[in-house]
């Protein structure tokens, strides 16, 4: 059974960091790729950051910058560095792994809430 945990979301106010985690077990970790997408309210679900299984690293034009996808596929774990964080981030961050290249499934988080407030 494939599961997608994620953590370290959190209220942060304007100009502060958090950092976000995905630990998945189930599957052979080191041949999806990896992502952060965000949806907030009354909003679609958009792409955060992408992390293929060539290294090729895809930032949205909103969070290049400030935002940094990483892996460990040791630990089976990719990560989301968010700095700078402004009040417009403030969403449901969901982590995704994607096998669909490699003839596998797509799989989703359940998301973290991070709120951006003063």
């Known amino acids: 059974q494939v599961q997608l945990v994620e953590s370290g979301g959190g209220l942060v106010q304007p100009g502060e960091s958090l950092r976000l985690s995905c630990v998945a077990s189930?599957?052979?970790?080191?041949?999806?790729?990896k992502g952060w997408y965000r949806q907030a309210p009354g909003k679609q679900r958009e792409l955060v950051a992408t992390?293929?299984?060539?290294?090729?690293?895809n930032y949205a034009a909103s969070v290049k910058g400030r935002f940094t996808i990483s892996r460990d596929n040791a630990k089976n774990t990719v990560y989301l560095q968010m700095n700078s964080l402004k009040p417009e981030d403030t969403a449901v961050y969901y982590c995704?792994?994607?096998?669909?290249?490699?003839?596998?499934?797509?799989?989703w988080g359940q998301g973290t809430q991070v709120t951006v407030s003063s």
């Open positions: 189930g599957i052979s970790f080191s041949i999806y790729d």
């Open positions: 995704n792994v994607d096998g669909r290249r490699h003839g596998r499934n797509n799989y």
């Open positions: 992390f293929d299984v060539g290294g090729y690293i």
